[in-house]
């Protein structure tokens, strides 16, 4: 499991002209719909989870 805190996550993964909010990707942590956890008070994403279930990413060249 490779963890990526909330705000490197949204800096790699998404253009400047479509990032969630932050307070939107923890909701979508606390929610289930992103693979992620909560260590003290940071929130994490598993990247290596998101990448395997995104299917734009798994089923390369299905566009």
């Not at 992620?36 to 798994?58: F, H, M, P, W």
């Amino acid at each position: 499991m490779k963890l990526m805190t909330v705000d490197e996550f949204r800096e790699n993964f998404y253009t400047t002209s479509s990032r969630p909010t932050r307070r939107t990707l923890i909701r979508l942590i606390k929610d289930g719909e992103i693979n992620g956890k909560k260590q003290g008070k940071l929130y994490y994403v598993d990247i290596d989870a998101e990448r395997s279930s995104n299917t734009l990413t798994t089923n390369s060249g299905t566009l």
